[in-house]
């Protein structure tokens, strides 16, 4: 495995900033640099036609909601999106970026939820809020403008995690979802986490002080909503882009994942990119596999809304590096195949 350029020149300087790992600080320390680390690799702040916040009732009390709405009148295909941060970081504010961008990009409304955070709200809570969320988004689109025929649901890392537990919950629930977009989601915390212990990355020792924040009880572990893949069936859950990281521990549970989705017949399409580390996907100022990325999320997602392709859709697939793909049983998605540039 061979650090891409980019990669190589981030960890480098980390290293020589000496910038202690996250979990290696405090709760409130931790929170503040996830925070301040995505904007500043988060790159130039996208303007949207409207970004306004909102607090419906949750399974607790309130949840914070922030909704981005590009150009456009009338009811929008829509994607919640649940941020990353291990159940533990994030919140509204750290998916920001990524939001402004998906939302101008495919052109799509975008709503992010500020669910409940370990440890002082374990599992299954954030997975709670966030189908509650969903719930009341599909129940009052007409006050949203949101199309209820065309709601996804996303996220990256833990946020993938929970998108993919909703789609569980929403099979039998409701409400019905047309795409989940899946970027290096934890879906099996059952078993001892993959990866090194490079304290310049995401890595195994990350993963521990994660899960231990969020699984106030280890055996929650083998709960599907806390790890899907352990999923009995994943049968009638809607189609997928699964995105992974060569040097993300969590790439091996992510592609694992897209072939038992693959195999239950759910059109799924898997994209990993080789060289890259766990959170380039909300980093898209510091890789350029980051802004290819979310050109290929906003790509999904226009194919599942059945949107017109974007003025800038080809140029952004003409991007360097490689993208190495699997293509489900219907309807792949067009984005850059390995070797592109």
């Known amino acids: 495995m061979a650090l891409h350029p980019e990669v190589a020149a981030y960890r480098a300087a980390r290293a020589a900033a000496g910038t202690p790992p996250l979990y290696a600080q405090t709760l409130s320390e931790a929170r503040a640099a996830d925070l301040a680390a995505i904007r500043a690799g988060g790159g130039a702040v996208e303007p949207v036609t409207e970004v306004r916040d909102e607090r419906i009732p949750g399974p607790a009390g309130e949840l914070p909601l922030r909704v981005y709405r590009p150009a456009g009148s009338g009811p929008l295909p829509t994607l919640l999106y649940f941020f990353g941060g291990g159940w533990t970081l994030g919140s509204i504010d750290t ?29 299954p809570a954030a997975v ?27 996220g990256d890392s833990a946020g993938g995690n929970l998108a993919a537990a909703v ?7 409701g409400p019905p979802l047309a795409a989940q977009l899946l970027v290096y989601p934890n879906t099996d915390q059952s078993g001892e986490p993959a990866g ?33 893949l352990l999923a009995d069936d994943l049968s009638g859950l809607p189609p997928a882009l699964v995105i992974t990281a060569e040097l993300d521990p969590l790439h091996t549970e992510g592609q694992r994942y897209a072939e038992r989705l693959r195999d239950a017949g759910v059109s799924t399409r898997l994209e990993h990119y080789p060289g890259m580390i766990h959170g380039f996907f909300a980093m898209p100022g510091t890789f350029t596999d980051g802004r290819r990325a979310q050109g290929s999320a906003a790509a999904f997602l226009r194919d599942r809304f059945g949107l017109a392709a974007g003025p800038g859709e080809a140029a952004e697939a003409d991007g360097p590096g490689g993208v190495e793909e699997l293509a489900g049983p219907a309807e792949p998605v067009a984005t850059p195949g390995p070797g592109d540039g």
């Open 128 to 154: 709670h809020d966030c189908h509650a969320a969903a719930s009341w988004v599909a129940r009052h689109a007409d006050r949203l403008g949101v199309d209820p025929t065309r709601l996804a649901v996303g």
């Open 167 to 173: 789609t569980l919950l929403s099979r039998t629930d």
């Open 95 to 123: 998916a920001d970026g990524i939001c402004r961008r998906l939302a101008n990009a495919v052109p799509c409304q975008v709503i992010t939820v500020g669910y409940r955070l370990a440890p002082e709200h374990p599992f």
């Open 196 to 228: 090194d212990d490079d304290p310049a990355l995401f890595n195994r020792r990350s993963i521990v002080w994660y899960r231990t924040h969020y699984l106030a009880d280890p055996a929650h572990a083998r709960d599907p909503l806390a790890s899907p």
